[in-house]
Each structure stands twice: as structure tokens, then as C-alpha cells.
């Protein structure tokens, strides 16, 4: 009997690597049209309820004790705010204190005053916004990204750049279609790291790990920032969606986001439409 020889045993191995390649990009393909279909079907959503009611309405306290100003401020937080059912023109939220616990432990990993104060440091100094003007600068450019994503992981981050340039790459062009970043609108994240600092300025209040004066303080600074640096509430809200939906790859949340960014600027009671940006 002949024994099979290397070039048959090569030629075998050649066949099975060719075979395990094209399943895996059939298999690729189809999970990029899955994904396109399910995309689809949200942005549906998304225009489908544009125009309609949202289960419940921005709350606006009558008496808050605070400057026309100071409530400005903390509007410039809304997007987060109404998300959680919260007030959006107090300081406190109203939120019973075992679940700010549970907010700031849990999701956030908070669990003392100096914690909170260095995680609202970080999201106004560099947050998530970091990657995102890096990532936007060389976006379409799947070298360049692949470059990025090395040189980042390089200096021992752990973030995953191609990632996140896929979500803001779907995300960008899943809020377009529905009608957001027109005429030129800035396109830079912030308001995803510095709305989120409101917020957490306000539970941290809640939590007493800051009194009145420590949190407004804060929040006048990021807030103020907010409002000088876009033009209108509608683009500062557009950057909250965009920076979430780069952090979470979650398209199917921006159904959700974006129907609640047509209510802040909307709805009456909403605080974005008493008043403007500036």
C-alpha cells in the first residue's frame, strides 16, 4: 500500500483551511446582514415614533430654589436625567437613597466621596470623548484604525478602538437617517461625558457625599460648558446619543434615546423648549 505523501497530506490541509475560511465568511456575511435588517427595523422605530406620545413627560418642579441659571445648568444633564425619571431642574433627584447607592456602586463603582470626585474629574478632563476625537479624525480609513487600535493598545489600554469605530460608524449614520447632525452641527461626544458628570454631581448629592455648595459648584462648570460650546440643545443632545451609542454598541437603545431627545425638544414641560441653550 501507498503511503499518502507531504504534497497530498499539504494539498488536504490547503483544501480544509479553504473550506474553514469560506465558512467563516459566509458566516460574517450573514451576521453583517443580520445586523443591517435589525438596524433597519430600529430606525423604522425610530420614524414611526417620531411624532409620537413618549410614556411619560419631562417633570419640571415649581419651587426648586434655584437660580434661572443653576436650572440651566443642570438641563444641560437632561438627557440622562429623563432617561431616569428624574426632575430636570432640581439638584436633588428624588431618588430613594437605596437606589443611589445601587446607581453609584453598581454601575459606576462608587463608593466614597473621593471616588466620586476623581470618576466627575475624569469625565470632564478626558471621558470617553478622549477616543472619540481620535477615532473621528481617521474615521473610513480602516488602516489608520487598525494603526490607532495598536498604538492604543500599546501603552497597556485596554479599550478597543475597532470597536468602538464600528459603533460610532453605525451609530453616526443610524441618527443621521433619522434626521439629526444636519448643517454642519458639532460632532464631538461631550455632552456624553460631561451630562453624565451632572448627573452624577446631582447623586452624589443624594448620597451626601457633596453638600449644595460643593454640587452646584461643579455643575455650573460643566454645565456652562455645555452651553457655551454648543449652539442649541438639539446638538448637545445629538452628542449625548452619539457617545452612547460608541460606549454601549447598542443600536437598538438609540430607538429609545432618540425618541426621548424628540420629547425634551418638544414637549412643553420640557425645560429645553422654556428656554434657550444660552
Not at 43 to 55: A, H, I, M, R, W
Not at 83 to 101: F, H, Q, S, W
Not at 145 to 158: A, N, P, Q, R
Not at 195 to 214: F, P, V
Request: glycine fraction near 8%; charged fraction near 25%.
Amino acid at each position: 500500500m501507498n503511503t499518502p505523501s507531504f504534497y497530498t497530506y499539504f494539498l488536504v490541509f490547503l483544501a480544509v483551511a479553504g473550506m474553514l475560511i469560506l465558512l467563516r465568511y459566509v458566516s460574517r456575511k450573514k451576521e453583517k446582514r443580520r445586523q443591517e435588517a435589525a438596524d433597519q427595523q430600529y430606525l423604522q422605530s425610530v420614524k414611526d415614533k417620531k411624532g409620537g406620545e413618549n410614556p411619560y413627560l419631562p417633570e419640571m418642579k415649581a419651587d426648586t430654589g434655584l437660580s434661572d441659571d443653576d436650572q440651566q445648568n443642570i438641563a444641560a444633564g437632561a438627557n440622562l436625567a429623563f432617561l431616569n425619571c428624574i426632575p430636570l431642574n432640581t439638584l436633588g433627584t428624588g431618588t430613594a437613597m437605596a437606589e443611589v447607592k445601587i446607581i453609584l456602586e453598581e454601575d459606576w463603582g462608587i463608593e466614597s466621596r473621593d471616588h466620586l470626585l476623581n470618576t466627575i474629574s475624569w469625565l470632564e478632563g478626558k471621558g470617553h470623548r478622549h477616543y472619540f476625537g481620535v477615532i473621528w479624525k481617521v474615521m473610513g480609513d480602516a488602516t489608520a484604525i487598525e494603526k490607532l487600535h495598536g498604538d492604543v493598545k500599546s501603552t497597556g489600554d485596554k479599550t478597543d478602538i475597532s470597536w468602538y469605530a464600528d459603533n460610532i460608524a453605525s451609530g453616526y449614520r443610524f441618527l443621521q437617517e433619522a434626521g439629526c447632525f444636519a448643517n454642519g452641527s458639532k460632532t464631538d461626544a461631550l455632552t456624553w461625558d460631561l451630562g453624565r458628570a451632572i448627573a452624577l454631581c446631582r447623586w452624589g448629592y443624594d448620597r451626601q457625599y457633596l453638600n449644595e455648595g460643593e454640587a452646584l459648584y461643579h455643575i455650573r462648570r460643566l454645565g456652562r460648558q455645555l452651553r457655551g460650546h454648543y449652539t442649541s440643545w438639539e446638538n448637545l443632545s445629538e452628542n449625548f446619543m452619539l457617545g452612547h451609542v460608541m460606549w454601549s454598541g447598542r443600536l437598538d437603545d438609540l430607538a429609545n434615546l432618540h425618541r426621548e431627545h424628540r420629547t425634551l425638544l418638544t414637549a412643553p414641560s420640557s425645560p429645553w423648549v422654556q428656554s434657550a441653550i444660552s
